[in-house]
């Protein structure tokens, strides 16, 4: 995707200030993968044997990076997530689970001339907004228990302790032939606080904590440190990576 007007005008209207932090925690390696750049933050979370979690994770940040600068549509992001799909769905097998990855995360886009967050997502990594010091779940994971939840067959504080919390219903590569992402566009607002996370954040922390800590620090890149400090401190063992996204909105210019 080349860089167009749109894109060019909503750089210069949108200022974002980004902090990202990740860690491997008690994995033997880090198989999330992050893309947070030229107007897109994005999240991966890979599985699969051996080294196929982090191939997977890199492979549709690869595709998706595609999505920076480009001002996507909802129709064009979607195809994007499916060529992502599918560049997953290419790579070599190996001898374990066929290589899959979440993916979460915002695209800075314009929609009837007004700056808006384009959220996609396929999985249970997570996308959050805290506007007003409120912190709001964006994003609907893609997993067993999300389901039960929403069927009420589980309650929410059940959840973060169920067993089967971590088995994804929905994800890049993986078995199925196809994949429907989530995409939602959200208005930019003057002081938006975005967060992109993987299930290592969200496993060790609540949504309460998340909140206390993205209270607490007024810098994006401190926000995102204390974070993932938080979640090692707690116990956290999963992979876990924080992208923090600070958005500023300028007067329409003349
Ligand atoms: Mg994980």
């Known amino acids: 995707m080349t860089v167009d007007r749109p894109a060019r005008r909503i750089a210069a209207r949108v200022r974002v200030a980004v902090g990202v932090a990740t860690a491997k925690a008690e994995r033997p390696r880090n198989e999330d993968a992050v893309w947070a750049r030229d107007g ?74 007004v700056p808006c967050w384009l959220v996609v997502n396929v999985g249970d990594s997570r996308t959050y907004r805290m506007a007003g010091a409120v912190l709001e779940q964006v994003t609907q994971d893609h997993s067993e228990v999300a389901e039960l939840v929403a069927a009420g067959v589980v309650s929410a504080e059940d959840a973060s302790r169920h067993p089967r919390r971590n088995v994804v219903t929905r994800v890049l590569g993986g078995g199925s032939r196809d994949v429907e992402p989530d995409v939602w566009l959200l208005p930019v607002s003057p002081g938006d606080r975005m967060l992109m996370c993987s299930d290592g954040l969200t496993d060790a922390l609540s949504d309460a904590r998340i909140e206390a800590e993205l209270r607490a620090a007024d810098d994006p890149q401190e926000a995102a440190d204390r974070l993932i400090a938080a979640a090692l401190a707690a116990g956290g063992r999963d992979n876990v990576t924080a992208v923090v996204v600070d958005a500023a909105v300028t007067r329409r210019p003349a």
């Open 40 to 113: 897109a933050f994005l999240v991966a979370d890979g599985m699969g044997g051996h080294d196929r979690g982090e191939v997977a994770s890199r492979t549709a940040i690869e595709v998706l990076r595609g999505l920076s600068q480009g001002a996507p549509t909802p129709d064009e992001a979607r195809a994007m997530v499916r060529e992502a799909h599918a560049a997953v769905r290419a790579l070599p097998k190996g001898t374990g689970r066929r290589p899959g990855t979440t993916v979460t995360g915002v695209v800075l886009t314009e929609h009837d001339g």
